[in-house]
Every structure is written in C-alpha cells, then in structure tokens.
Nanobody, 115 residues
Framework: QVRLVQPGGGSVQPGGSLRLSCAAS????????MDWNRQAPGKLRELVAR???????NYADSVKGRFTISRDNVRNRVYLQMNNLRLEDTGVYYC?????????WGEGTQVTVSS
C-alpha cells in the first residue's frame, strides 16, 4: 500500500518559518519526482516546488528564494523549508510523488500565515 504521510503544518506570523515533511512508503522513493503543491482559499491548486529523482529542483516564481525543497532517499522523505512566509502563502499543502509507475498524493496539511 502506497502512503504519503504529512505531519501537521502550523500557524506563523508573516516573516516566520515552517518546515513541512512528507514520509513515503510503498514506493521506490528514489525513482520518484516529488512535488509540494498548495491550494489557497478560493484558488486552484498550484505547484510550489519540485525535486526530481536526480536532485534537480524547480520553484514557482512566488516562492523562489524563500522556499527550499529537499529529499532524503534513505528515510524516504521530502521536505519543504519555508522562510519569510507571507500572508499569501496560506493554504493546504500537499506532497505528491510522480513516476511512470503512478502518481500519489498526501492528505494535505494546513499552513496559516497571519498577523
């Protein structure tokens, strides 16, 4: 059974930091491209950051320089370090894994940035 488990997000003030994690099981993790996506209230889900199996990363323009995606192929985890958070970063964050063998999603975790 494939599982992507995301522990809780959190609430921070603008300018604060949070680190999200996603633990994968049931897949050959190191082969998967891993993404962090988010859905803000009233908006469509968007891709925030991606890390390919070889380690190449890509970011949405809105988070470049503030967010960092990383992966641990031994522990089968992907992380999203979020710094200098803004009000508009509020949303539900989902991790996902993509490979020709399939695409899988975590259950999502709430991140709230408010003053």
């Amino acid at each position: 059974q494939v599982r992507l488990v995301q522990p809780g997000g959190g609430s921070v003030q603008p300018g604060g930091s949070l680190r999200l994690s996603c633990a994968a099981s049931g897949i050959n993790f190191k082969l998967y491209t891993m993404d962090w996506n988010r859905q803000a209230p009233g908006k469509l889900r968007e891709l925030v950051a991606r890390i390919e199996s070889g380690g190449t990363t890509n970011y949405a323009d809105s988070v470049k320089g503030r967010f960092t995606i990383s992966r641990d192929n031994v522990r089968n985890r992907v992380y999203l370090q979020m710094n200098n958070l803004r009000l508009e970063d509020t949303g539900v964050y989902y991790c996902s894994g993509n490979h020709r063998a399939g695409e899988y999603w975590g259950e999502g975790t709430q991140v709230t940035v408010s003053s």
